[in-house]
């Protein structure tokens, strides 16, 4: 049986980390083995790398460094942690993925999408997520979200127009993408998000039996 590669994405503070809890018990729920893990980050290096990222030691790292880092830690992520994963027949639940890097580097630091898609085909091959649950939220409501929970990070200090850019990205990706990326209303109480996320993943889980 072979596992499937999801990947969760939206701005910060929509939800992802408190909607992944809810995926994971619903893949263990059916016996399946699932690895859970997160981008920038999974492995030793991504995790030393994701400090790098999110840290304010760096500000005013170029748009080109960042994009490298990003694609650094998930070369790593991918050799050490999912491709070995998905190949075991596990199912992966992964934290976002290169769609935060078409949106987060890609729409909100203005580097051109063609850029992305050429190391993305590079560091991946023909891989690519399953199904993607995108998590959607107006970007003040997201960043208030987020605001309560933690001091900001590196990326949370980026300006509401910054936040503007990705969450408009998503949506594109979504358009283009029906069949892979679900929009999910995330604005919504953790109780209708979970229902929407459910009626996508279901499916998916009836068939793997
Ligand atoms: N990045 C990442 C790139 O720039 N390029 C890339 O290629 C990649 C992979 C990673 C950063 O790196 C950037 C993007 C990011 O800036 P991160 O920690 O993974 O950072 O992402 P964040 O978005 O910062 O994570 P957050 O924890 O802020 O957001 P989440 O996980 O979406 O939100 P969560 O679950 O922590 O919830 C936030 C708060 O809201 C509450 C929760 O209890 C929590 O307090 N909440 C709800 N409240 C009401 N109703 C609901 N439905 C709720 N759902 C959650």
Request: hydrophobic letters at 45%; glycine letters at 10%; aromatic letters at 6%.
């Amino acid at each position: 049986m072979s596992g499937k590669f999801i990947t969760i994405e939206g701005i910060e503070g929509a939800g992802k980390s408190t909607c992944m809890a809810f995926l994971r018990q619903r893949i263990e729920q059916r016996g399946l083995a699932v690895v859970e893990t997160r981008e920038p980050g999974g492995t030793p290096l991504g995790e030393d790398l994701r400090a790098l990222l999110l840290g304010h030691k760096h500000q005013g790292m170029s748009a080109e460094a960042e994009l490298l880092l990003m694609f650094a830690a998930r070369a790593e992520h991918l050799q050490q942690r999912i491709k070995p994963a998905l190949a075991r027949g596990d199912w992966v639940l992964c934290d976002r993925f290169t769609d935060a890097t078409y949106a987060y580097q890609g729409a909100g630091r203005t580097l051109s999408a063609e850029r992305v898609a050429q190391i993305e085909d590079w560091v991946q091959g023909p891989l690519r997520p399953d199904i993607t649950l995108l998590l959607d939220i107006p970007v003040e409501l997201g960043l208030e979200r987020a605001g309560k929970r933690s001091a900001p990070d590196r990326f949370e200090a980026e300006s509401l127009g910054f936040f503007r850019a990705v969450r408009q990205a998503y949506l594109d990706i979504a358009a283009a993408q029906p069949e892979r990326v679900k929009r999910v209303d995330a604005s919504l109480g953790l109780e209708q998000v979970q229902a929407q996320l459910a009626g996508f993943i279901d499916p998916l889980l009836a068939v793997a039996g």
